[in-house]
Nanobody
Framework: QVQLVESGGGLVQAGGSLRLSCAAS????????MGWFRQAPGKDREFVAA???????????YYADSVKGRFTISGGNANNPLYLQMNSLKPEDTAVYYC?????????????????WGQGTQVTVSS
């Protein structure tokens, strides 16, 4: 079992920054990738970013078009926390943000492919 706990959410003005963290515990060694998703009020949960680690070190990152250039995903391997640095925040970024782990296949943008989820952290961006 893997337990995921997100933190770092809050209220910020448009143009501001936040850094989300996701602490993982349990049997995390088998996970080769992790991701961030978000769910805005009245909308479906959507992909935000994912990171896949290489056995040789480093990793590949993937972003939704809506956050590319503003958000950065990092960490998450070797029992380190997973991070999501969010800059130049917009009101439309307001959502509950979830981290996810242990995907069952390489299609990291699909939430159904992840086995474990955190409870989420609220991000509110005021205009």
């Amino acid at each position: 079992q893997v337990q995921l706990v997100e933190s770092g959410g809050g209220l910020v003005q448009a143009g501001g920054s936040l850094r989300l963290s996701c602490a993982a515990s349990g049997r995390t060694g088998s996970s080769y990738a992790m991701g961030w998703f978000r769910q805005a009020p009245g909308k479906d949960r959507e992909f935000v970013a994912a990171i896949r680690w290489s056995r040789w070190g480093g990793g590949s990152t993937y972003y939704a078009d809506s956050v590319k250039g503003r958000f950065t995903i990092s960490g998450g391997n070797a029992n380190n926390p997973l991070y999501l640095q969010m800059n130049s925040l917009k009101p439309e970024d307001t959502a509950v943000y979830y981290c996810a782990a242990d995907p069952t296949n390489p299609i990291l943008i699909t939430q159904a492919n992840y086995n474990y989820w955190g409870q989420g952290t609220q991000v509110t961006v005021s205009s």
